[in-house]
């Protein structure tokens, strides 16, 4: 079992910058990838990056490369979502979800959530 707790979240300025972070519980969380995704009103949850277990390996959306870059910290169970140059197209609520073997897009294949954080860039 795996809890996940995101912060970080807020009200930025386009060009902004914001640092979410996905506070884990369990003992097995250095064995999990850990994704984000994000849900703006009126659609669908869309994946936005994810980290393998060991850190080694990150895979980010098409939308977001270059500008978000995800880290983990195993020692402290945490995962960070670095988001920079923000437009307001990134405004959406932000979740951290966990799950076991390789990277995947789907949210569906992830088995464990955050309750989410709201980020809202302003133009």
């Known amino acids: 079992q795996v809890r996940l707790v995101e912060s970080g979240g807020g009200l930025v300025q386009a060009g902004g910058s914001l640092r979410l972070s996905c506070a884990a519980s369990?003992?097995?969380?250095?064995?999990?990838?850990m994704g984000w995704f994000r849900q703006a009103p009126g659609k669908e949850r869309e994946f936005v990056g994810a980290?393998?277990?060991?850190?080694?390996?990150?895979y980010y959306a098409d939308s977001v490369k270059g500008r978000f870059t995800s880290s983990r910290d195993n020692a402290q169970n945490t995962v960070y979502l670095q988001m920079n140059s923000l437009k307001p197209e990134d405004t959406a609520v932000y979740y951290c979800?966990?799950?076991?073997?390789?990277?995947?897009?789907?949210?569906?294949?992830?088995?464990?959530w955050g309750q989410g954080t709201q980020v809202t860039v302003s133009s």
């Open positions: 369990g003992r097995t969380f250095s064995r999990y990838v």
């Open positions: 980290i393998a277990w060991s850190g080694g390996s990150t």
């Open positions: 979800a966990a799950k076991r073997g390789a990277i995947l897009t789907n949210w569906n294949a992830y088995d464990y």
